[in-house]
């Protein structure tokens, strides 16, 4: 059974009791009593030894190790704590003539700063330039279409430009609670060698990829498919990886991808089977919108928590090309505080279809991933 670790009030009775017990005559509870005092001091020590024994067992065990202890259980099992990464995406100015030299820095309305990659000269009355986002993390990430500047102007060209290649690829430093869930997947899933598994955790590895589904023969005979999720460094795309789908750079055999998609697949490279043709590709969105009747007055603090909840069950089942129950839909509102009395009415489905009737299961077209969309209340 589990150690009952005393608490500081516990020890400061038990120390007093102690006094009081071997000096009889003497009462250690007397607010300035000296003995009283002292066995406050040894209570306080024994407290803080109790809490050092208690951080130690917690690190003698993958399952609750934190920080370095944690990484060391990791790696145990081959699995390393994912670094920070840089974005990288183009940016695109206008003007009359003029040459953008690589290494040149580009400010975000933020402050953020980017570099470019490689020296670019204006044609056509426009210079694309490669950048990458000089500190590390997801906060380099940026959607098309966000203004940059240059920090310092270049004749003839000018000093306002924009993004039209989304800039992505930065994500922060791997988390404890994500670093424990991969170890774990790998103590629980040993390497087989070119397993579904293995793809898993071999994609899990990359850093910002936070799902992953394996298609055996996706594409034909030899080939692998990977379809995953990036759902934290691309929220603003909602954690659907942005690029062509595609295989890695260095293999002849298929369409070399571009973005996020080349990113896993070259990482994949190293560790695969050799004979293997890896496709990493994005999942298609299959937008689920819902139509509720019976709350049409529900309080918006409601009606977020049910849009909050709709969302978990949705990916809470999430497969690609697979099925949602919509009594996971439905339990996850009824939890909701204020949803009682609710009806959902309808749903509907871009990339896939709801059986049978009007509020039956969802089915996702292969490759789709449901997602929640609008939530309409009659």
Known sequence: ????RPSLSDLRSQAAADINAALPG????????????????????????????????????????????LEGWAALKGVIRKPATTASGSVTFTGTSGTISAGTLLVRSDGAQFSVDTTATISAGAVVVDVT??????????????????TAGVPGINAQGSVTTPIVG??????NDELRGRMI??????????SAGDYVNWALEVPGV???????????????VLLFMMDDVNSAYGGFPQGTDGVAASDPRGAAATGDQLTLANALVPVQPVTSLVYAVAPTPNTIGLTIAGIAGASTTTKNAIAAAFATALR???????QTPVSAIESGIAAVAGASGFVITAITATAGSVSPGSAGNITSDDGALPVPGAIAYV
């Open 170 to 175: 930065g994500a922060d430093v791997e988390s």
């Open 316 to 322: 809470a089942s999430a497969v690609p090309g697979g």
């Open 1 to 4: 059974m589990p150690f009952d």
């Open 133 to 150: 986002a000089v500190e590390a993390g997801s906060s380099g990430n940026t959607p098309v279409s966000a203004f940059m500047n240059l």
């Open 26 to 69: 003497v009462d250690s509870l007397l607010r300035y009593s000296n003995l009283g005092i002292l066995g406050d001091v040894l209570a306080g020590m024994g407290n803080g030894l109790y809490g050092y024994l208690d951080w130690i067992a917690r690190q003698s065990v993958p399952f609750t190790a934190s920080d370095e202890y």
């Open 210 to 224: 936070t799902r992953c589904w394996v298609l055996p023969t996706g594409r034909g005979s030899g080939t692998v």
């Open 185 to 194: 997947a790998a103590y629980s899933n040993p390497a087989q060698g070119g």
